[in-house]
Each structure stands twice: as structure tokens, then as C-alpha cells.
Nanobody, 126 residues
Framework: QVQLDESGGGLVQAGGSLRLSCAASRRTTSSYTMAWFRQAPGKEREFVAGISRLTSIGSDTRYAESARGRFTVSRDNAKNTVYLQMNSLKPEDTAVYYC????????????????WGQGTQVTVSS
């Protein structure tokens, strides 16, 4: 069983930055694809960014169109932690952000992920 624990959410003004962290309970970040999703009130959970498991040729990162150019996903395998650096935040980024782990490549389908954290709230004020 893999446990994921998100942190780093909070209240920030539009244009500001936040860095979310996802700590895994065991050696996960190098062996699994790790992804960030978000869910705003009244909306479905949507893919934000993901980073594939580490292979001999490196790893792959993918972003939702809404995140590309503003958000960066990265990981520190020594700390079993995945990060989501969010810059130039907008009010529409307000949501609960979830970390997920899966055994497939980076996909935007939430059903492809096996493990989920409890989420961390991000609120961007205008």
C-alpha cells in the first residue's frame, strides 16, 4: 500500500506562487508515475501535471494546457517526494490539489492511477 501526503497549499494572491509537495510512504516516486490533479467546487477532478517513473532514458513530464508554462512538476527520489511549483497563479486555479501514483505512463485519466492523497486546498484571490 502506498500512502501519499500533500502539503503546501494555502491562500495566495493572483500572480503569486506556491509549491505543493507530495510525500510518499515508501520508495514510490522513482517506481511509479506521479501526477497532480485538481478539483474545483462543482467540477470534476482534472489532470494538471505528471512525471513518469524513472527509466534508463530519464522520465517524461506532461502538463494540462492550463498549467503549461506556469507549473512545473519535479521529484526528489531521495526524499520520496514530488513537487508542483505553481507560478503566476490565477483565481481559476483555486481547487483542492491531489497527488496520485500509478503504474502506467503519464495519463490524464484519473482512473489510471492507483493511489491518491487526501488533497491540499489552494485558494487564489483576485
Amino acid at each position: 500500500q502506498v500512502q501519499l501526503d500533500e502539503s503546501g497549499g494555502g491562500l495566495v494572491q493572483a500572480g503569486g506562487s506556491l509549491r505543493l509537495s507530495c510525500a510518499a510512504s515508501r520508495r514510490t516516486t522513482s517506481s511509479y508515475t506521479m501526477a497532480w490533479f485538481r478539483q474545483a467546487p462543482g467540477k470534476e477532478r482534472e489532470f494538471v501535471a505528471g512525471i513518469s517513473r524513472l527509466t534508463s532514458i530519464g522520465s517524461d513530464t506532461r502538463y494540462a494546457e492550463s498549467a503549461r508554462g506556469r507549473f512545473t512538476v519535479s521529484r526528489d527520489n531521495a526524499k520520496n517526494t514530488v513537487y508542483l511549483q505553481m507560478n503566476s497563479l490565477k483565481p481559476e486555479d483555486t481547487a483542492v490539489y491531489y497527488c496520485a501514483a500509478g503504474s502506467r505512463g503519464v495519463e490524464n485519466d484519473r482512473d489510471r492511477y492507483d493511489y491518491w492523497g487526501q488533497g491540499t486546498q489552494v485558494t487564489v484571490s483576485s
